[in-house]
Nanobody, 125 residues
Framework: HVQLVESGGGSVQAGGSLRLSCSAS????????MAWFRQAPGKEREAVAS????????KYADSVKGRFTISRVNVKNTLYLQMNTLKPEDTGMYYC???????????????????WGQGTQVTVS
């Protein structure tokens, strides 16, 4: 049984920071793309960042470049998202995902992902 559990969300003032974590169980994430997505109320889910298994390759949404950093520790089966200089428009539910392949293809969403977490709420005011 594969499970992804996100944590680290919360409420923060604009300009603040949060670090999200995603712990995977029931699957070895090594060799697979991993990614963060978010969904704001009334909006479609969007990709935030993805990272290859080796961590060599990453991809970020333009709106978070320079502020967010995605990272992973495969031996811990864990994905991270360091979010700095948060803005109100970063508010939303944040989901982690494990891709079907290596590389950063899981950034493209459902067609390239196998597993999703339940999400953690981030609110920036």
């Amino acid at each position: 049984h594969v499970q992804l559990v996100e944590s680290g969300g919360g409420s923060v003032q604009a300009g603040g920071s949060l670090r999200l974590s995603c712990s995977a169980s029931g699957i070895a994430v090594s060799g697979r793309c991993m990614a963060w997505f978010r969904q704001a109320p009334g909006k479609e889910r969007e990709a935030v960042a993805s990272i290859s298994s080796s961590s060599i390759t990453t991809k970020y949404a333009d709106s978070v470049k320079g502020r967010f950093t995605i990272s992973r520790v495969n031996v811990k089966n864990t994905l991270y998202l360091q979010m700095n200089t948060l803005k109100p428009e970063d508010t939303g539910m944040y989901y982690c995902a494990v891709g079907s392949y290596n590389g950063i293809s899981c950034y493209q969403g459902s067609s390239y992902t196998d597993y999703w977490g339940q999400g953690t709420q981030v609110t920036v005011s």
